[in-house]
């Protein structure tokens, strides 16, 4: 079994053995290559101690020296190096209080969470190190622990969600002994970064309808985002095939793999658990912001979730008028509306339907959008023939919130027709909207 690595890593790890120390290339790396996936990053692991490793490589950073880990630049190029390592107890569910270094790859290999991240490759050999049958799973897509399941969760529980995140991005099954050991509960001792982290992994990935099931069924939804689970059982309304919790998870599957995206479909319909009506999309909105802020996420996701959550009950279809096509883009902004459409195609995923309908729905809507946009017409204040300095030149004013309010009274006529984005025609506008105004203040 051969591995294609990259010359800076095969560079490094001769380094190593120029040295005297074993060097081999861990973790996901192998996983990913054995797959015929090409790696985001390399990992090596060395018997050299983090001071050897500094001072066989000119330029290195100490990035995690306490549990061994040092990064080196070879060729220009960035990776980890981490000494062979035994974990000592977990007695915070976080880090290992202790690490002890070792020269016994087993040892290190046996620390790992999965048996398929738990190989080793030797770039100079081109030996496959595999302890724990972790290639045999790979080829039955199998996720199983190194060990006990039910200690290593206990461990560290953050490995739960690990499992969950790599059914979703590798589409594999989950063994029953390592599904059955896994206790919601102990999820509590993990900070919510680190949540976020794997969660996020886990909703970019191509099999996530089981990894969200079996996030419901361990009970770790209930704990993380009991807001979503709340949904089993509740009807989201007429023509649909699925519970609440069921559409949510089959909108997040279907849509496309964006993190706003995933998050705005798995939770756009939250607020049907409080009201049935329209409003669902403004109390969903702030629901989500409470669940993504609760998970440390960043303002700008948040945002990014929220206004696609309360925009996404929008009516405007491949047959809307221009007018209508185009308030609504100015109204949500040129980009969202794009998304929203995307957003709209997983939540009729959600729904069951006819994948052929979705595709031409998408398409039809993009083109729309499209032509409406080629039209060149005003959506913004921006797009406007005048600015505020004409107005305040013009009628003699000075700054101050009405030339706001005027700009956006000129661009509401705009969208409605066009042809009046010229500026002799908004100074006439302009000039009657001030003097009803000053009318109706008298
Ligand atoms: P990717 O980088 O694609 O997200 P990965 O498997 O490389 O996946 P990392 O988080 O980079 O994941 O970890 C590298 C390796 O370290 C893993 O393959 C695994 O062997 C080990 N590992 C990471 N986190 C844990 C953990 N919480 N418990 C045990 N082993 C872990
Ligand atoms: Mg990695």
Redesign the pocket.
């Known amino acids: 079994m051969s591995i294609h690595i990259p010359t800076y890593v095969q560079r490094a790890c001769q380094i190593l053995n120029a040295s005297g120390f074993q060097a081999y290339v861990?973790?996901?790396?192998v996983?990913?290559s054995l797959l015929g996936l090409t790696?985001?990053?390399w990992?090596v692991a060395t018997d050299a101690l983090p001071e050897q490793i500094e001072k066989l490589f000119a330029r290195t950073v100490p990035t995690g020296k306490r549990f061994g880990t040092v990064t080196a630049f070879v060729d220009e190029q960035s990776l980890e190096i981490t000494t062979l390592r035994k974990?000592g107890p977990y007695s915070d569910g976080r880090h290992p209080d202790q690490v002890f270094f070792t020269d016994d790859l087993l040892q290190d290999?046996s620390?790992?969470?999965?048996t398929i991240?738990?190989m080793a490759f030797d770039p100079v050999t081109e030996k496959l190190i595999d302890p724990f049958k972790g290639s045999k799973h790979l080829k039955k897509g199998l996720l199983t622990t190194v060990g006990n399941p039910s200690l290593?969760f206990q461990?560290?529980p953050?490995?739960m969600l690990?499992l969950i995140?790599?059914q979703s991005?590798l589409g594999f099954k989950v063994e029953k002994k390592t599904r059955l050991a896994m206790e919601a509960r102990w999820i509590r001792s993990v900070s919510p970064e680190r949540i976020q982290a794997e969660l996020h992994?886990m909703l970019l990935g191509k099999g996530l309808a089981p990894a969200l099931e079996l996030f419901y069924q361990s009970s770790l939804m209930e704990e993380i985002v009991p807001e979503l689970a709340a949904g089993l059982g509740v009807s989201p309304g007429d023509r649909h095939p699925y519970d609440l919790l069921g559409h949510s998870i089959m909108s997040a599957h279907f849509v496309s793999p964006t993190l706003p995206l995933r998050w705005a479909a798995l939770l756009h319909d939250v607020g049907k658990l409080h009201s049935p009506l329209r409003d669902h999309a403004t109390i969903g909105a702030n629901m989500a912001k409470t669940i993504l802020s609760r998970l440390r996420c960043s303002n700008k996701l948040i945002e990014e979730v929220e206004t696609l959550i309360f925009h996404h009950m929008f009516e405007i279809h491949p047959h809307s008028s221009d007018r209508a096509t185009r308030r609504f883009m100015a109204r949500v902004g040129v980009d969202t509306a794009f998304q929203l459409v995307k957003l709209r195609q997983g939540d009729m995923g959600g729904m069951n339907k006819d994948p052929r309908l979705i595709i031409d729905y998408g398409q039809a809507m993009e083109a729309r959008f499209k032509e409406v946009l080629e039209q060149n017409a005003a959506l913004t204040i921006n797009d406007l023939a005048i600015n505020g300095q004409d107005l305040m030149e013009k009628f003699t004013l000075k700054p101050s919130p009405l030339i706001g309010e005027l700009l956006q009274y000129l661009l509401e006529q705009v969208l409605i027709d066009p042809k009046l984005n010229q500026k002799a025609f908004l100074l006439d506008l302009a000039q009657n909207h001030l003097k009803s105004k000053l009318e109706n203040d008298l």
């Open positions: 861990v973790g996901g790396a996983r990913d790696p985001l990053d990992d974990d290999l620390r790992r969470d999965f991240n738990a290593r461990e560290d953050l490995r690990r995140r790599f991005t992994k």
